[in-house]
């Protein structure tokens, strides 16, 4: 039995992660800034990422209340992207404070305590974009991809002290995550959408491909077929993935013309 605590945990794959560690009798800590999702859940805490004083009440409530922490499952994140003539900069500040910053604060304000255990493991959830860098996107290509490079580095520091660092970067799948969406480029944000709510691939699909991937030892977990044929295509055969990406760079352009 595990210790976990998930952020984001209200809703989305968040949930789903916190229904698949509990279906295997882990103990869970469901985290969100919002608790109206949360009910009925035994442990449940508001954690705002983007609050170092949030972040220290976590950390003091699984020490007062387990002695510790198993997995750090750094899930909560946003929606973004957009055109690089077309995102304001305000728009790269707000998802860089939420979807990078968010995981750095959680991951430096555990570190210590995993370092003391001598045990334990951090799970960042990036996505596709972190690994594959659709046009139109820039922002969101740019945290995700940051996110796998902190997760990997986070694996090399902590690798000495027995802890493990694991990226999830799962493609489109069926989940509230544009709720979230904020910007200028109605063009991709609709794009976006459409590929979300189209998805076959469903939160708990995803969450159940994570625990197997956990279970592996996978250090880059890409939990679904679309995510690992693309991801393939760029490793092996770059010319043919380059096509792909700018001829939707161009449908894209056309659809605002």
Not at 65 to 90: C, K, S
Not at 139 to 148: D, I, R
Not at 187 to 206: F, H, K, N, Q, Y
């Amino acid at each position: 039995m595990s210790r976990v605590l998930v952020t984001g945990a209200a809703s989305g794959l968040g949930a789903a992660l916190c229904r698949a560690f509990l279906a295997r009798g882990d103990e869970v800590l469901a985290t969100d800034v919002d608790l109206r999702g949360l009910d009925g859940l035994d442990h449940r805490l508001k954690l705002d990422i983007t609050s170092d004083d949030d972040w220290a009440a976590a950390l003091a409530h699984v020490t007062d209340t387990w002695g510790g922490v198993d997995l750090l499952v750094n899930n909560a994140g946003v929606a973004g992207g957009g055109r690089l003539d077309v995102a304001t900069m305000e728009e790269w500040e707000w998802i860089t404070n939420i979807n990078l910053f968010g995981a750095v604060r959680g991951t430096r304000t555990f570190v210590p305590l995993l370092k003391r255990q001598r045990s334990g493991a951090i799970v960042n959830v990036a996505s596709l974009a972190g690994l594959v860098h659709p046009a139109g996107m820039a922002s969101y290509n740019a945290v995700k991809a940051a996110v796998v490079a902190l997760t990997e580095t986070t694996g090399h520091e902590l690798a000495a002290y027995g802890v493990t660092a694991h990226v999830v970067c799962p493609s489109y799948f069926r989940t509230n995550l544009m709720a979230s969406l904020q910007g200028e480029d109605a063009a991709l944000g609709a794009v976006m959408t459409r590929l979300v709510e189209s998805s076959p691939i469903t939160a708990d699909d995803i969450a159940a491909a994570v625990l197997e991937g956990l279970e592996r030892g996978d250090e880059v977990i890409v939990p679904d077929q679309p995510a690992r044929d693309a991801w393939e295509l760029k490793q092996h055969d770059r010319a043919a993935y380059d096509a792909v990406m700018r001829a939707q760079a161009a449908k894209l352009e056309k659809g605002t013309q």
